[in-house]
């Protein structure tokens, strides 16, 4: 599976992202569930419902997630893989306080020191990010500075099979592998610390 590949590749930066609920944080933990030191960084909705055999970060607001990015290297080490979960919800709740011109400043930021740990600390940054109305990531005008490749998840419930489609830089279709939702689904009891009574299906 192809798509499985590039999230276990370390050399690159991957943005996986599709609409809400289409299963892009399980497909993401169900490649990762053999790896052994890895660190989740929950943001918004994602801060309540959390996986197993992972180092949690899960900051309230946008100035806990700066202070964790930048203690990231002395919090981890070396040779990490991210999941970088929910990207952009804290930045989107800080535009009611500040400036659009702020907020792209501190997106950058963030990139940056993403960027930076993939090639100085070997880091497997895999962000996980939310599908525009538009067809386009959030925040992709920033992020699009950094990634190296981009899988959009397309949910078929009906047919029971969630499609990972692989895109270029224009986020234009390349490639698509194909998994089957109900197999993917009995990993999320692996993945995924016990409910407490929550709708796990929103979280993922």
Request: glycine share 6%; with cysteine.
């Amino acid at each position: 599976m192809f798509s499985k590949k590039i999230i276990l590749n370390k050399k690159i930066i991957k943005l996986v992202y599709g609409p809400s609920q289409s299963f892009k944080t399980l497909f993401v933990l169900s490649c990762l569930k053999n790896t052994k030191e890895k660190a989740y960084i929950a943001l918004g909705k994602h801060r309540f419902y959390l996986p197993k055999g992972f180092k949690i970060f899960s900051p309230k607001d946008i100035v806990e997630e700066i202070d964790i990015m930048l203690r990231l290297p002395l919090e981890l080490g070396y040779g990490y893989t991210i999941v970088y979960d929910g990207y952009g919800a804290n930045l989107q709740a800080a535009r009611a306080l500040f400036r659009e011109s702020a907020i792209m400043r501190v997106s950058f930021s963030i990139n940056f020191l993403a960027k930076r740990y993939n090639l100085e600390y070997g880091y497997n940054f895999i962000i996980i990010g939310v599908e525009l109305p538009s067809g386009k990531p959030m925040f992709w005008r920033t992020l699009s500075q950094i990634i190296d490749v981009v899988l959009r998840t397309r949910l078929y419930e009906e047919e029971r099979k969630l499609v990972i489609e692989m895109l270029n830089r224009n986020l234009e279709l390349l490639r698509r592998d194909i998994i089957n939702l109900d197999e993917l689904l009995e990993v999320s009891n692996e993945v995924f610390k016990r409910s407490s009574g929550k709708n796990k299906a929103q979280y993922m």
